[in-house]
């Protein structure tokens, strides 16, 4: 099953542009492109839109290879790497079924599973066993998380909402076709266009949310384009501070700095400064 990640073409990733299909597959400028048959295990991205230009594009690592490092290094991120005993490890992961593997006469029940197991345990173990060769390997000990698929789907899920819709359209146009006659038969085909082309048009929210486990009745509404709170509209930089989510990496190191300036009469050091004490 294919996602919005586009795999990285450079020897380091293995990956040569002959893997792809050609270099038709390569998107304009980047080094980043969409294969014609599904490259498996490789390091990807996600690199925003095909049609946009190359200096606009994200450099975000997709995500099952975040899963990955989080699960080799841990959650906690470099400003606690050096404050706590050991990293702080997923023990497992749980996601729901994915609709289409449902809908699709090739697709095996198991394929979902194996897919992950693929993805996130498999890769882990075998960037572990790298890391256990090199002059310094790391001094703790990795926790491989399991996987698992639950028959529970999610009823927003991308793949959910478009069968929903051309499955209601369809239902709504027999019903007219059936009460009305064939005389509609080609405004009802318009209609049926209409809706398949907006089904393939859904887009995710743009709003997501947090709260913290100590305070659960404040939740924070974060616009995902800009990364700040929703509300007021800013109109110059000092308004993006005041809208700065409590999860960017400024508010987190206030929060550091803060306890470090309450353990330490040493002036508070930068953010880079810091994850290196």
């Not at 960037?127 to 996987?147: A, C, E, G, R």
């Not at 007219?176 to 859904?202: F, I, P, V, W």
């Amino acid at each position: 099953l294919h996602t919005g990640a586009k795999v990285i073409v450079s020897p380091e990733s293995g990956i040569d542009i002959s893997d792809c299909g050609g270099m038709d597959r390569l998107l304009k400028g980047t080094t980043v492109a969409r294969e014609e048959i599904q490259v498996l295990g490789k390091l990807r991205t996600k690199s925003g839109r095909s049609n946009l230009p190359a200096h606009l594009r994200s450099s975000s690592m997709s995500c099952s290879d975040k899963i990955v490092q989080w699960c080799l290094l841990g959650l906690q991120g470099g400003l606690l790497s050096g404050k706590i005993d050991h990293p702080i490890f997923l023990s497992s992961i749980v996601v729901s079924q994915d609709p289409r593997v449902d809908a699709s006469p090739t697709l095996l029940p198991s394929t979902q599973q194996q897919a992950l197991q693929r993805a996130i345990p498999d890769r882990v173990h075998l960037v572990w066993d790298v890391l256990q060769k090199v002059d310094s390997p790391p001094t703790w000990m990795v926790i491989v998380p399991s996987v698992h698929v639950v028959p529970i789907k999610f009823p927003a899920d991308k793949a959910t909402m478009e069968a929903e819709i051309l499955r209601t359209s369809s239902s709504s146009i027999k019903s007219q076709e059936q009460s009305n006659g064939t005389s509609c038969y080609h405004s009802m085909n318009k209609k049926r266009k209409r809706d398949e082309d907006r089904s393939g048009g859904l887009s995710p929210c743009g709003v997501s949310l947090n709260w913290l486990h100590l305070d659960p009745m404040t939740t924070e509404l974060i616009v995902g384009a800009r990364g700040i709170r929703q509300g007021k509209k800013p109109k110059v930089d000092s308004d993006y501070a005041k809208l700065a989510s409590r999860l960017c990496r400024r508010e987190i190191l206030g929060l550091a700095q803060e306890v470090y300036s309450n353990l330490s009469s040493n002036p508070t050091p930068s953010y880079q400064a810091f994850k290196s004490l």
